[in-house]
């Protein structure tokens, strides 16, 4: 529902309730056999939400407009079915991680303030936005190392809420035109994160304590930023030359909970450059210019020998250099 209370001023308001109906049935159990009653028995579960959407536009200028909103998401829970079956003592070793039969659905608020400008008669856009989402009961895949009923050693990845997180940070885009030919464009971010309360695996693992209370959240950067510039050029009436440059940097961030091990900064730039028309591109490219060797993404894990939880870090291998010359035909 839209209303307008001014010429200025717009009222959003959008609703969703959701029903997920889940089922699921265990053939196999994680000790390798058809489960015995009552794990035989499917698992289901029905979960219900209701996600609002309530926002307040301000067009203070021809093309700008000032917002503020906030909006509710969340995704379904499910079933950790590899215990469906499981000894007490099998599943009382989940437990300790906090890990069951079944996990909550996980919860989104966001409280977003904002502008959206345009300046120099359309040749600049901008937009910031400040943002606090509090994230209540994420889902997040760890791998349990266990001890079977015979005393052999296992593994088995379930899924567990992670409690209280809080995110809270800055965003700002441009795009600009400076001159017919030439276009740039650039984006910047800071994200912070906390974690307030949690039953932390990894830390668990590397520290003997499950309170990763006032950590990071893995995986999140505080600082990215890309710039970006592109020349175009007519050669004739229907064939333009191009010209264009991205440059991205990735911040440092976390590998896991307890924020013992980390993966450093990356900036990665990308140019190419060639000829098009409607229908076809030629274009001459190198990507990662100049030979950036940090590890793109990394990830905890554990060690499939020893069957230790939360003991190596495995890295991506960075991308070497590329060049190259490619053809697109668009139909």
């Known amino acids: 529902?839209?209303?307008?209370?001014?010429?200025?001023?717009?009222?959003?308001?959008?609703?969703?309730?959701?029903?997920?109906?889940?089922?699921?049935?265990?053939?196999i159990a994680s000790n390798g056999q058809p489960p015995a009653p009552p794990g035989d028995q499917a698992l289901k579960q029905t979960y219900k939400s209701f996600s609002p959407r309530?926002?307040?536009?301000?067009?203070?200028?021809?093309?700008?407009?000032a917002y503020v909103l906030f909006s509710r998401g969340f995704r379904p829970g499910g079933f950790n079915a590899v215990l469906q079956g499981s000894t007490a003592?099998?599943?009382?070793?989940?437990a300790q991680f906090n890990a069951g039969l079944s996990f909550e659905e996980e919860r989104l608020d966001n409280y977003e303030l904002g502008l959206k400008s345009t300046w120099a008669d359309g040749r600049l856009r901008t937009r910031v936005a400040i943002y606090h989402d509090p994230y209540r009961k994420g889902q997040n895949q760890i791998t349990i190392p266990f001890t079977n009923p015979d005393g052999s050693l296992n593994l088995a990845s379930v899924v567990v809420n992670t409690g209280k997180i809080d995110l809270q940070g800055v965003e700002f885009e441009f795009d600009a035109a400076p001159t017919d030919n030439l276009t740039i464009s650039g984006t910047f971010g800071y994200a912070d994160s906390e974690v307030k309360e949690f039953f932390c695996g990894d830390g668990n693992s590397v520290f003997g304590s499950p309170d990763c209370n006032g950590n990071s959240l893995p995986?999140?950067?505080?600082?990215?930023?890309?710039?970006?510039?592109?020349?175009?050029?007519?050669?004739?009436?229907?064939v333009e030359m191009f010209a264009r440059i991205d440059y991205a940097h990735l911040g440092k961030y976390y590998v896991d909970y307890?924020?013992?091990?980390?993966?450093?900064?990356?900036?990665?730039?990308?140019?190419?450059?060639?000829?098009?028309?409607?229908?076809?591109?030629?274009?001459?490219?190198?990507s990662n210019l100049f030979k950036e060797d940090t590890p793109p993404s990394a990830v905890i894990g554990n060690d499939l020998v020893t069957f230790a939880a939360s003991n190596e870090i495995r890295y991506t291998l960075a991308q070497k250099r590329k060049f190259g010359v490619r053809a697109i035909y668009n139909f």
Request: hydrophobic share 40%; proline share 0%; net charge negative.
């Open 54 to 65: 309530i926002s307040l536009d301000y067009e203070y200028a021809e093309g700008s407009t």
């Open 1 to 27: 529902i839209q209303y307008d209370v001014s010429d200025e001023l717009t009222l959003s308001v959008d609703a969703r309730y959701q029903w997920d109906k889940l089922e699921q049935q265990v053939i």
């Open 219 to 238: 995986s999140a950067s505080k600082l990215t930023w890309t710039l970006s510039g592109e020349y175009t050029a007519l050669v004739s009436n229907d």
């Open 258 to 286: 307890s924020n013992a091990a980390f993966s450093g900064a990356q900036d990665l730039v990308n140019v190419r450059s060639g000829f098009r028309t409607e229908y076809v591109t030629v274009e001459a490219f190198v």
């Open 89 to 94: 003592a099998v599943v009382a070793q989940f």
